[in-house]
């Protein structure tokens, strides 16, 4: 069997963190590789005066993990700049929030350059090489210009967004040609993999065919591969000591009202602003019920340098204690926004004690919190999840409660439902959810990913 090498920007096992805003690619990847064993390269979080290039190794849990600082001009132009102001925004379709700079680009093509040029050679003749997400799409063709001919995939954690969209970015063509140095790509849904296949065909000509794109003499594999969770590390981690902990604090603090919940990076993408209004209209519209629940909102800062990312928190501070200003009693709080990160091992007791979870993204690749819920809940007693319409994980999770998460009035509409659904039903829809959830976990993600490397070398 071939080594794995998985290339991120971030690595989890190298730089810890059981708490706080880990990002559902390392939680998922930590889970994938600790099967596979390999290796895993990337940025070590690390900012030094100048690049260096140096590697330091690092072995954890069966995964070796291989990683680099970064100097401070790339983690600007590269990280903070391209990766979090650029391509985060426009393929969560926020052009109104994408910076399109010269100099960002340039830091992006130049830091991709360099890792290249850092992990190339550390790849043997038989070692697939797997690369991750949005910060390095250029490294397959960089590895390429190197020499590499091991097989080489690419995977999207994010949704791609619509031709007319990606235009917007002046060099939109040039950074899309670079993925046709990969053997593989991958995409959460079918959605993600027509809008790449449509841009390749009208913008650069190529054939899609039998999920094989053709162009430029090579052949990519496309395929849908939808990210899962360790499905049965989080349902025993929901039935565990401090789960169980957790589940007893939340059920006598919430006084025998129905909690819901919402976690998230605190992101404009996750629909935060849109959830606490469609949660506000409820409050308005249902005075009798409205004292019965309330509404807990984890959400641990993250990428706060960036300017966008200090608008939406001060928004939701704004809009957090506006609604319990108007809304809250002596003896009732509508609102809980907490700013901090905890162990999953209470987040997991935190969804198990949850009547209601809100996951409600204006676009989001997948979203693992929705799974991770459905993972955690009592069989006898499943909590329900309502789910945004443009998660990825929708198309997996039918029997949420689908919605619209810029109409505060359906967001409302299905909080009543929820509230009011009986057991049975709870059930047999939770049920639906947690077999697609255990039977499409990491695991299967991983195999699903590496079978198709291995079968489609590409020409
Ligand atoms: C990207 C894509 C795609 C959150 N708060 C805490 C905490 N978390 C963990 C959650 C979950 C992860 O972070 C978030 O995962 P998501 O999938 O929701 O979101 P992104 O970080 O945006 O991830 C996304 C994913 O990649 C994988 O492909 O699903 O669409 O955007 O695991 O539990 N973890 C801890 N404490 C917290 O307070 N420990």
Known sequence: MSRLIVISNRVSAATGGATGAQGGLSVALTSALRESGGLWFGWSGNVTEEFSGQISFHREDGVTTATVDLEEQDVEEYYNGYANRTLWPLFHYRVDLAEYRRGFADGYQRTNERFAETVFPLIEPDDMVWV???????????????????????????????????????????????????????????????????????????????GILKLEGRQIRLIICPIGIDSDEFATLATGKTAQQTFRQMRESANGRAMIVGV????????????????????????????????????????????????????LEGLSGRINGAHADLDWVPIRYVNQ???????????????????????????????????????????????????????????????????????????????????????????????????????????????????????
């Open 132 to 210: 991750q997400d949005y910060h390095m799409i250029p490294l397959g063709q960089e590895l390429r210009k190197r020499g590499c001919d091991n097989r080489i995939g690419f995977f999207l954690h994010t949704p791609w967004p619509p031709r007319r969209l990606l235009l917007t970015l002046p060099e939109a063509s040039d950074l899309v040609a670079t993925l046709f140095a990969y053997d593989v790509i991958g995409f959460h849904t079918d959605e993600w993999l027509q809008s790449f296949v449509e841009f390749v065909v009208f913008e650069s000509g190529g054939v899609y065919e039998d």
């Open 264 to 315: 998230d990076r605190l992101d404009y993408s996750k629909g935060l602003e849109e959830r606490f209004l469609g949660y506000e209209r409820f409050l308005v519209e249902s005075p009798e019920e409205r004292k019965e629940v309330f509404l807990l909102q984890i959400a641990p800062p993250s990428r706060g340098t960036v300017e966008s990312y200090k608008r939406i928190r001060s928004t």
């Open 341 to 459: 990160g905890y162990p999953r091992a209470v987040l997991a007791g935190v969804y198990r004690a949850a009547r209601i979870a809100l996951v409600t993204p204006i676009r989001d690749g997948m979203n693992l919190v929705a799974k991770e819920f459905v993972a955690a809940q009592d069989p006898e007693d499943p909590g329900v999840l309502i789910l945004s319409r443009f998660a990825g994980a929708a198309v997996q999770l039918t029997e949420a409660l689908l919605i619209n998460p810029y109409s505060a009035e359906e967001m409302a509409d299905a909080i009543r439902t929820a509230l009011a659904m009986p057991k049975a039903e709870r059930i047999r829809r939770w049920q639906a959810m947690f077999e697609v959830v255990c039977q499409q976990d990491v695991l299967w993600w991983r195999v699903r990913f590496t079978d198709a490397l291995t079968q489609g070398h590409g020409t």
